[in-house]
């Protein structure tokens, strides 16, 4: 085979699969899209059991007084989503795989930010997230999530964890 012939499938970038985008007002936006997140998380172990959710809800309201979520990488094994931050019970999602990015719409005003802070900040300590777990095989759940807080303008990492202990057969 010529190497001129190599077909342009090995330049294309491997991307996580998409199991769902929910179509959204023209007033609120996807802060980063699944190419930006393929890319910074491609090294992870658990790249290839990834999947990405762009999701919202009618009722989109925060959890706590003027903050939401915006995105969220999560470990669920034979368990719900986070108890914390329950976006499958609030949402009325269906789990779909053991590794499970969700990205939540913002205002259109302020997606240029919080794009940034998920480029600068987010995705990096998601890429730290996942490699300290490739070896987590533990049921329950385990979330990273990034939050806004509209008193304050910033974006706020939390973590939350619902591990059963290991235990020795």
């Known amino acids: 085979m010529k190497p001129s012939s190599m077909g342009a499938e090995e330049t294309q970038p491997i991307r996580?699969?998409?199991?769902?985008?929910?179509?959204?007002s023209r007033h609120l936006s996807y802060p980063i899209g699944a190419e930006r997140i393929s890319e910074s998380l491609a090294s992870v172990p658990q790249f290839a059991e990834l999947k990405l959710l762009f999701y919202s809800s009618k009722f989109h309201t925060p959890l706590r007084s003027k903050e939401y979520e915006f995105l969220?990488?999560?470990?669920?094994?034979?368990?719900?989503?986070?108890?914390?931050w329950p976006i499958a019970n609030l949402y009325g999602r269906p789990?779909?795989?053991?590794?499970?990015?969700?990205?939540?719409?913002?205002?259109?005003?302020?997606?240029?930010?919080?794009?940034?802070y998920?480029?600068?900040?987010?995705?990096p300590q998601m890429r730290h997230w996942l490699v300290e777990r490739a070896q987590l095989l533990q049921r329950g759940s385990d979330l990273l999530a990034f939050f806004y807080d509209e008193e304050t303008e910033e974006c706020i990492p939390r973590h939350a964890a619902n591990?059963?202990?290991?235990?020795?057969?």
Do not use: C, F, M
């Not at 996580?16 to 959204?24: E, G, Q, V």
């Open 16 to 24: 996580i699969p998409t199991l769902s985008r929910a179509k959204i």
């Open 95 to 116: 789990l779909q795989g053991r590794w499970e990015i969700a990205v939540q719409p913002v205002p259109r005003v302020l997606r240029h930010s919080i794009n940034q």
């Open 72 to 84: 969220r990488v999560e470990y669920l094994n034979d368990a719900k989503s986070g108890e914390k």
């Open 163 to 169: 591990l059963e202990p290991l235990r020795n057969h």
């Open 118 to 123: 998920i480029l600068d900040s987010a995705l």
